[in-house]
């Protein structure tokens, strides 16, 4: 987890760096629902490479967003899920959303 020095002083620039690229939103909006395994998560990202997938998921891991939980099975079970922390980011992207479709209505008109 990032140190207050770390942060910036503004909250909007501190909500940005934790979450602030297209990935890690989305990758929040799935958790919101669900726990996943990297691979469904994969997958439901098109375009997102391996790579960038689990740098952002160490990061999140890092900065306390999300658990990853490893079940001791053959072949070992990975599952990604929001944290405490992560999920008292609902509001935020529940109003992302209603903010999207009002915008994609007013195109409409």
Partial sequence: MKTKGELPNC?????VALIGNKWKLLIIRNLLVRSWRFNELHKSLDGISQKVLTENLRQ???DGIITRTVYPEVPPRVEYALSELGESMRP???SMQE???NYKATLNN
Avoid at 11 to 15: D, F, K, L, N, Y
């Fill in 92 to 94: 935020i992207l529940d």
């Fill in 99 to 101: 903010w999207g479709n």
């Fill in 60 to 62: 999140m891991e890092a």
């Fill in 11 to 15: 909250p909007v620039a501190t909500t």
